[in-house]
């Protein structure tokens, strides 16, 4: 079962959460943050290129303009590898764990996966970011030395910041994943 | 349903439409003698609602129908399937078989279900029969896995036999199928390692949590796989060797050449240490010791008094210029390498396995470095170039040290210095800088020679030559060390005269019982004098003052530039060549986790998980990885590099190991 939604992040921007029910057991959410934009790139070009031009009627010496080329691209490409975060996905499947994938703009994937013996409770946490106050959604893990402590908390969707509208959503169905894990040990 | 195929399968009927089937007579006494005992089914604990795992391996996704062999982890939930086992097999002998891995692996190793394979039209005689094997081979629960032909889903059912306490919970369980790579597992190593497990125990009590356990089954069940199709076995088993034993002339001929090899270089290393450390000591105490030994004990006990010079070397001047020589220190760290790579030892874990693996990369990379370093020498005559220049060069840093000094005893930036004193520190260190002209003018016709040969040293390594550099550049500013010496020397006595003369102005003094200042009372005649010489030190300080700057920047600049040469010789030391190249090539061996990926789904079907290994990043591999270095790194802080300029201590850039901590 797949659906799609929009949302907006904490700047205003359009964000899509689709989310697919693969069984009960079995979730995947997936933000898509918004693209690059041509204006934006155009921009840093132009400053860069006229900046260089610049530094060449100093100086008459048109390396300068080659190497204004070459660091352009490079940084093009430096920033679509390690910088543009296009999607963020969560799968979160019980009694197995959570695992959390960023897609790059150039195709490279980062994933975390976390096992659900580690995991205490996903929660929506609030934040100061600069001026603002915002919400965030992340995974407390478990303290293996208190039991009822917290070693680490880990934040999700950082990079695409949802607001509280979509967080409740995730929320929502991750606590009913969750509940099949605390249920057998409340019974028992 | 477990009693009728019993009664079935002791009829000895079976079903005759099967294309293959167990041969009966042997086992119908066996079956007699081990039914599945009530309520009391091994292994039968597990968190009720948990969904059951089945991990399976792609490998035998295509493999005809038969058993399935693995290990089931309760706590999880899991079941680990490690091979599947063909018809036709004789029941007896599949228990056998897996005994005998289970003793030798110590993993929990047992029949976990059956699998079905439907190539042709759908036969329900074998379904029968798939079931009732599972009351020859009882476990709880029993698995059936079964694919269609043509079909990407998979059914999947796990049955309990045993009677559920609660009646609401149906005996059937809900199945998750995650797919693993059987080979990558196994070679796979996890980071951070999981805890071993205790192998005193009979059976595996897995410490390993989590998907560190199913890592842990299938690394330790290696026994398993060792049989594969074209071997005369009584069990005929489908898993990811099954299909031929690989293996490669070139490693198993590397295996074996490997043991006198690594013999014959530890023998050699430790006589050409022994040598050393006996040409180093001319008394002939490790001589003996090291000639004497007959067995490698001794010898590596020479090797280690090699190691701490403050020990053996009784000669002191020499033994103090070898420790202070960074050449040494690396020859010595390379050495110590060595001995560790080729040491006939077996590595404990895979930990000490790549840090052999790393040194002995890092060694060859050096090697290859300095044999290049060398061509590229010798090409066009550079070394008779480099010989020609290096004297002008002296000479001309000469010469701008003595415009430095006619600068400083003129008036320097407008300051007015003392003149005697000025004129006296001045004449001193030009005639130093005469003295240095003079010998390296003695030198110059033997320089060519000795850079030749120096350069030959390149092909043991790109550090040694290296720190040969870095030694030169040393010897060749011997002099302003010595300035910097005399400078640093003289303005530390000034400040700490003035420092005990400001005490008496005061009518202080310095307790050193008490280590605190406390007052005193002077007489006339003492405070007289004391006030005239603090007066006398407070303006002769300028002067001084100006020396010691001067002459501590120019030590500091040759400072920075060894230090930077002994940054590259550090980075070409520790840098784990082998673990990144390894990282490179076959990623699946430094796993820092797994990550899942949802296979094709359709509803009523089990879901399907296919399980990859997610890699180590690279600056995680450098960082676990890391080789340790000869350690001669600056240990002060930026705060008591300044506390003792400012009072004139003498800054020893890196201490070598051995110096004593004050």
Not at chain 1, 85 to 105: F, N, R, V
Not at chain 2, 64 to 75: A, I, K, M, N, T
Not at chain 2, 417 to 445: C, E, K, T
């Amino acid at each position: 079962m797949e659906d799609e939604q929009s949302f907006s992040d904490i700047c205003g921007g359009r964000l899509a959460l689709q989310r697919r029910y693969y069984s009960p057991s079995c979730r995947e959410f997936c933000l898509s943050c918004p693209r690059i934009s041509l204006r934006s790139l155009t921009a840093v070009t132009c400053t860069v290129w006229l900046a260089a031009y610049g530094l060449f009627t100093l100086c008459e010496n048109s390396m300068v303009l080659s190497a204004a080329i070459f660091i352009t691209l490079l940084g093009l490409l430096g920033y679509l590898h390690f910088v543009k975060i296009d999607q963020e996905t969560l799968l979160i499947i019980d009694s197995l764990g959570i695992q959390m994938t960023s897609s790059y703009a150039s195709g490279k994937e980062s994933t975390t996966f976390i096992e659900m013996g580690k995991v205490k409770d996903v929660v929506i946490n609030e934040a100061i970011y600069m001026q603002k106050v915002i919400y965030y959604l992340c995974i407390l893990l478990k303290d293996p030395v208190e039991p009822h402590g917290v070693s680490q908390v880990v934040p999700l969707f950082q990079s695409a910041k949802p607001r509280l509208d979509c967080l409740i959503e995730v929320y929502k169905s991750c606590q009913e994943i969750l509940a099949h894990q605390k249920a057998p040990s409340t019974s028992l | 349903m477990g009693l009728v195929s019993r009664g079935t399968a002791a009829a000895g009927l079976g079903p005759a439409r099967a294309a293959v089937r167990p041969r009966p007579p042997d086992a119908v006494p066996n079956l007699i003698s081990t039914p599945p005992p009530e309520g009391a089914a091994p292994g039968s604990s597990r968190v009720p609602s948990m969904v059951l795992k089945a991990f399976f391996p792609t490998c035998c996704a295509s493999a005809d129908s038969g058993l399935l062999v693995g290990r089931w982890v309760p706590e999880q939930s899991s079941a680990v399937v490690l091979a599947v086992v063909h018809f036709p097999f004789i029941p007896i002998q599949v228990k056998e078989l897996l005994a005998q891995v289970q003793q030798a692996s110590r993993v929990g190793v047992a029949v976990l279900g059956t699998w079905c394979h439907r190539r042709q039209e759908p036969e329900e005689s074998l379904g029968h029969f798939l079931e009732g094997l599972g009351a020859i081979f009882s476990h709880e629960p029993w698995l059936q896995l079964c694919r269609e032909r043509g079909s990407k889903f998979w059914s999947c059912k796990a049955t309990h036999r045993q009677v559920p306490t609660c009646p609401a919970t149906s005996g059937e369980d809900q199945v998750m199928l995650v797919f693993y790579d059987q080979r990558k597992v196994l070679l796979s190593q996890l980071h951070p390692p999981a805890a071993l497990p205790d192998r005193q125990a009979g059976d595996a009590t897995a410490s390993a949590v989590g998907l560190a356990a199913v890592f842990d089954t299938v690394a330790r069940s290696e026994a398993l796989f060792r049989s594969d199709w074209f071997d005369e076995g009584p069990v005929r088993l489908s898993h990811w060797q099954s299909e031929g034993v690989e293996a490669s002339i070139l490693v198993e001929l590397a295996k074996w050449a490997a043991g006198p090899i690594c013999l014959l270089l530890t023998c050699l290393l430790s006589l050409v240490s022994a040598a050393s450390a006996c040409r180093i000591c001319p008394s002939g105490g490790c001589c003996f010791a090291a000639f004497q030994a007959q067995d490698r004990a001794r010898l590596h006990g020479s090797l280690h008094g090699f190691m701490r010079p403050t020990r053996m070397f009784k000669l002191w001047p020499l033994s103090f210029v070898w420790s202070k020589l960074s050449t040494c220190e690396q020859l010595r760290h390379r050495l110590e390498q060595l001995t560790l790579v080729f040491s006939t030892q077996k590595a404990k874990n895979p930990t000490q396995l790549m840090r052999k693996a790393n040194m002995l990369v890092s060694v060859l990379l050096d090697v290859a470095l300095g044999l290049v370093l060398l061509s590229w020498l010798h090409r066009k005559d550079r070394i008779g170039q480099l010989a020609d220049a290096l004297i002008p060069v002296a000479d001309h840093v000469a010469e701008e040290l003595q415009h430095l000094l006619q600068w400083l005893m003129g008036a320097p930036a407008g300051l007015k210095m003392n003149r005697a004193l000025d004129q006296v520190l001045g004449r001193f260190f030009l005639y130093h800088i005469h003295l240095w002209i003079g010998y390296i003018h003695l030198m110059s016709p033997f320089i060519e020679c000795i850079l030749w040969h120096v350069g030959l040293s390149a092909c043991l390594g790109l550090t040694v030559a290296l720190s040969i550099l870095s030694d030169i550049i040393a010897l060749l500013t011997f002099h302003i060390y010595c300035f910097y010496v005399y400078g640093a020397r003289l303005y530390c006595l000034k400040i700490y005269g003035l420092s005990s003369l400001w005490r008496l102005f005061r009518g202080k003094k310095w307790n050193v019982l008490r280590q605190r200042v406390d007052s005193c009372s002077y007489d006339l005649d003492q405070l007289f004098i004391g006030t005239l010489l603090f007066t006398i030190l407070v303006f002769l300080l300028p002067t001084t003052a100006l020396y010691y700057l001067v002459f501590t920047l120019l030590r500091l600049l040759v400072v920075t530039v060894q230090g930077l040469i002994h940054l590259l010789v550090d980075l070409v030391n520790s840098l784990p060549l082998y673990s990144l190249g390894l990282r490179l090539c076959r990623p699946y061996r430094l796993a820092a986790g797994v990550k899942f990926r949802v296979l094709e789904h359709e509803a009523g079907s089990p879901l399907r998980l296919l399980m990859q290994i997610n890699p180590l990043s690279y600056s995680r591999v450098v960082h676990t990885y890391r080789l340790p270095s000869c350690g001669c790194h600056p240990k002060h802080s930026w705060g008591s590099l300044c506390r003792k300029l400012f009072f004139g201590e003498l800054i020893y850039p890196w201490r070598q190991r051995g110096d004593k901590q004050d």
